[in-house]
C-alpha cells in the first residue's frame, strides 16, 4: 500500500463544517465554496486553548469534588439535615442496595471526569513535543483512539447533576421532606462543560503533524 | 482554489481520501487511521420522519411529568422544566441555564431546524437560511443531552424509591423514545443535505477534477 496522503501535504483542507475537500493553496482566506465558512488547517490556537480550558476545569474539580452538592431534610432531624457530596451519593447507594447505580454514578461522575484530565493531558503533551522527523503512526492511530473515545464519554458526566435537578424538584414537601441544590453541583456542571469544551478545541490532526 | 467532491480528508488524522458511494448502514473507515470518514446515510424521507417523530415525542416529553412521588397522603411530581427551575432560587442558578439548554432549549431547536431542513429538501427545495442552520445543527448537537437526562430520571427514580412511593409520568415514556430517535439521527445523514440539492456534476467526480494531480497517492 503506498503511504497516504495528508491534505495539508497536498494544499488540501477538507472543511471543518461540511467536510468539502477543497484545493486551498495559500489562498486560506477565501471561504469554502459550497457553505462559506472560514476553511481551517487545523483548529486555531487548538493547544493553549485546551491546556487553558483543561487548567480552568481542574480548579473547579476540587471544590466539586469537596463541597456539597445536595442538601436533604426530613422531619425529625435534629441536626438540620444532611449535606452528600458527589463521593457520598454513591457510598448511599451502594449502602441502600443499589449497587448497580452506585456504580453508574460512579463511572459517570468520579471515573469519566478523572480520565478526561488524564487522557486530555497526555493528549497535549504529546501533540505539543517537538518531533525531528515524522511522528510514529503507530503510536498516533493508538492516541486518536484514546480522543474518540473522550468525545463519546464526555457529556454523560452531566448526569449527576440532572439527577440533582430531579430530586430537589420532586421532593418539595415543606417542612416534612425537601431536598436544595447545592453550590457543589454549580462546580462540577462547570467542570464538565470546561473539559467538554477543552476536548472540542483539540485537533487530534496534531497528533500526526511533524513540528 | 477548486473543490473535490470526489474526496474526503479524515478529520482525525488529515489523511485524503477517495469518497466512497455507501448504501445505508455501512461504514467507511480512514485507511490510516482508522476513524469512520462517512457512514452510508439515510434518505430524506426518513430523516424527515425521524425529525417528525422527533417532534411529537418532545412535545410530549416537556408538557407531561416525568416522575411523582407520594408522601403520607400528599403528591409531587416534576417535569422536565420543573427540574431546571429548582435550580434558580439557590447559589446553584446559573446551572438552571445549563440544564435548561442541554434538556430543553437546544434538543428543541435542533429537532426544529432538522424537520425545516428535512421537510424542504424533500419538496426539492433548499430551505431559507440552509447555510446558517447547517452550521447551527452541527454546533448545537454535541450539547444536547436528552440520552443522559433519560439516564438521569432512572437514577432518580431509584433514588427516590428508597424513601418514597413513587410513580413514572408519561412523560419518561415520550423522554425515552425521544432518546432513542435522536441516537438514530448520525451527524452524516445531515451532512448528505449538502449535496443533497447540487447538480449531479458535482455527486459524480467531475472527470477533470479526478485526473488532477492531487488525489495522486504515492510515497511522500
Redesign the interface.
Known sequence: MSAPVRAAEAGLVGCHVCGLVVAAGDAQALGCPRCDSELQRRKPNSISRAWALLCAGLVCYVPANVLPVMHTMSLGDTNGGDDSTIMSGVIQFWQNGSQEIAVLIFLASILIPSTKFIVLGILLVCAGRRRSGRAVPARSVRLVRLYRFLEIIGYWSMLDVLVVGLVTAVVQFRGVSEAEPRVGIFYFGTVVILTMLATQSFDPRLLWDGR | ?????E??????????NRRPRLEPGEVAVC?????TLLRGHKSVQQLAALALTAAVLYLLANVTP????D??G?H???TLW??????T????A??AL??AM??VVLPGLQIAILCWLSLFTLAGKRAPLF?DL??AW?SLR??C?VE??M???L??Y???K???HVDVGVGIWAMAGLAIVLTAVFPGDV?SL?SELEPSTDRDADPAAAA?P???????
Do not use: E, Y
Request: charged residues 10%; proline residues 7%; aromatic residues 6%.
Open positions: 482554489m477548486r473543490a473535490h467532491p474526496l474526503i480528508a479524515c478529520m482525525s488524522c488529515d489523511t485524503v485507511a490510516a487511521c482508522g476513524g416525568m416522575i411523582g412521588i408522601l403520607s400528599r409531587s411530581d416534576t420543573g427540574s431546571v427551575l429548582a435550580f432560587d439557590h447559589v446553584t446559573p446551572m445549563v440544564v442541554a434538556i447555510t447547517m452550521r452541527q454535541p450539547w443531552m443522559v437526562g439516564l438521569g430520571i437514577v432518580s431509584v433514588k427516590l428508597s424513601l418514597f451532512q449538502w488532477g492531487l488525489p495522486r497517492s504515492g510515497p511522500g
